[in-house]
C-alpha cells in the first residue's frame, strides 16, 4: 500500500515590480499539498477569490511518491504527481489565483496580515485571511551516498508506507529509534523477509507499547550503538555499511532497500516570530479541533501542525477547516 504525506513549503517568484501599492486579497493560501488545494477548493467555492503560493516544490511531498493507494475515490491508485494536478486542476476551476513563489517574510502584528513573496521580498500582498499549508520535510542523515541514491530513486526513502510494497520478500534497513522507526520498522517487518534496525544509542526513544511491538517480531533485527557510514550500491542499495560506535567495529549488512525515519521538520521558520510552535516547530491550535492559531485570521492546515497522522487525507481535511474557519472569520467581521 503507498500512502500519503502532507503538503509543500513555497519557494520561488513571482515579481512585479511595477506595482506600487500591495495587492490586498481576502484570503491567501501559502502552499500546494493537499492541505493547500483543498483549502482552495473550498474557498474558492465560497467567493473567497483565494491566492495560493505553491511553493518550492509545487504539489508538496505527493509529487516525490510513486502510486497513491490510499486517498479514498481512487479505486486503481493514481501516481502522486497525477493526483496533485488534479488537486491543482479542481482549485484553479474555481478560479483560484494559483501562483508559483515562495514567502520569505510575514508580519502577522496587525488586523491585515502582511506576507512578501521571493527571496529579495520582491512582492508584498496583504490579506484578511492567511491559510498556512507550508507543510513537513523528512529529515535525512546527510550522507553523500544516501542522498544520492535517495536522488536517484534507488531504494533510498523516508516513508516506509509509501515504498515498502517496492521491498516484498527483501531485505531492509531502517535507521531511528523513535516511535515513527517503529511503526514503520513494524510494517516493513510485514512485507520483507529481514529488517534491520539501526538505533545509535544503547536504548531507543519509542514508547516502550511500540518498543515492544518491535521486539516481538522475529525479522526485525535492532542493532543498539550502530551508526550508518555508508549507504552501498551505484545504481540502486546493495547494502548498507555500518560502525558499533563502542566497540569500533565496522560491518556491511545486504540490504536493497535503505529507510530513514528520525523525525520530520515543519516548514514554519519563517512564521516562528508571530506563531506559536511547539518545540519541533509544529504550529500549535489556539483551539483544539479547530485550524485557528493564536493570530486572529491566520489559520493551520496539514503537516506543519501535524506529527502524528502526516498523510494527505488528513491534510486534505483539514484543508477543508481551515477554509471554513477562514470565511466564517471573514463574515463576523463583514468582510466580502
Ligand atoms: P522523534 O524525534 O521522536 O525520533 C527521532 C529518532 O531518530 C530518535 O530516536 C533519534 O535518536 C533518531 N535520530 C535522529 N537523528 C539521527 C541520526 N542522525 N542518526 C540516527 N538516528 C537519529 O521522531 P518521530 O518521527 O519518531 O516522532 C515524532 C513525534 O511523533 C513524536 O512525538 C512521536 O511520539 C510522534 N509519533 C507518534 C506515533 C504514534 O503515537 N503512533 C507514531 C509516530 C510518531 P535519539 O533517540 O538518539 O535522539
Same mark, same amino acid.
Given at each position: 500500500m503507498h500512502c500519503v504525506r502532507g503538503e509543500a513549503f513555497i519557494f520561488g517568484l513571482h515579481i512585479d515590480k511595477t506595482m506600487s501599492t500591495p495587492e490586498h486579497h481576502r484570503c491567501l493560501i501559502i502552499g500546494s499539498g493537499p492541505a493547500g488545494y483543498t483549502a482552495a477548493i473550498y474557498a474558492a467555492r465560497a467567493d473567497m477569490k483565494p491566492v495560493l503560493y505553491q511553493g518550492q516544490q509545487p504539489g508538496g511531498q505527493l509529487t516525490e511518491t510513486t502510486e497513491v493507494d490510499n486517498f479514498p475515490g481512487y479505486p486503481s491508485g493514481i501516481n502522486g504527481p497525477q493526483m496533485m494536478k488534479d488537486l491543482e486542476d479542481q482549485a484553479k476551476r474555481f478560479d483560484t489565483d494559483v501562483r508559483y513563489g515562495w514567502v520569505t517574510k510575514v508580519d502577522f502584528s496587525g488586523p491585515v496580515h502582511k506576507v512578501w513573496v521571493g527571496d529579495n521580498q520582491e512582492t508584498e500582498i496583504h490579506a484578511d485571511t492567511v491559510i498556512i499549508s507550508t507543510g513537513a520535510s523528512a529529515k535525512w542523515l546527510g550522507l553523500e551516498s544516501e542522498l544520492r541514491l535517495r536522488d536517484l530513486g534507488g531504494g533510498v526513502s523516508a516513508c516506509a508506507v509509501c515504498d515498502g510494497f517496492f521491498y516484498r520478500n527483501q531485505e531492509v534497513v531502517i535507521v531511528g529509534a523513535g516511535d515513527s522507526a517503529c511503526e514503520e520498522a513494524s510494517y516493513l517487518a510485514k512485507l520483507c523477509t529481514k529488517v534491520t534496525m539501526l538505533v *545509535? *544509542?544503547?536504548?531507543? *526513544?519509542?514508547s516502550k507499547a511500540m518498543q515492544h511491538r518491535v521486539n516481538s517480531l522475529p525479522n526485525i533485527d535492532v542493532l543498539y550503538n550502530t551508526e550508518t557510514l555508508e549507504v552501498m550500491?551505484?545504481?540502486? %542499495?546493495d547494502g548498507v555499511k555500518v560502525k558499533n560506535n563502542v566497540t569500533g567495529a565496522e560491518h556491511v549488512i545486504p540490504a536493497t532497500g535503505f529507510f530513514v525515519a528520525i523525525g520530520h521538520k515543519p516548514n514554519t521558520d519563517v512564521f516562528k516570530d508571530f506563531i506559536t510552535l511547539d518545540s519541533q516547530g509544529y504550529i500549535v491550535h489556539a483551539h483544539p479541533g479547530t485550524s485557528k492559531t493564536n493570530v486572529d485570521g491566520v489559520f493551520v492546515s496539514g503537516d506543519?501542525?501535524?506529527? %502524528?497522522? *502526516?498523510?494527505a487525507i488528513t491534510a486534505a481535511g483539514t484543508g477543508c477547516m481551515a477554509a471554513l474557519d477562514a470565511e466564517r472569520y471573514l463574515a463576523d467581521r463583514g468582510i466580502h
Open positions: *545509535r *544509542r544503547d536504548e531507543m *526513544r519509542a550500491g551505484q545504481e540502486a %542499495v506543519a501542525a501535524d506529527k %502524528v497522522y *502526516r498523510q
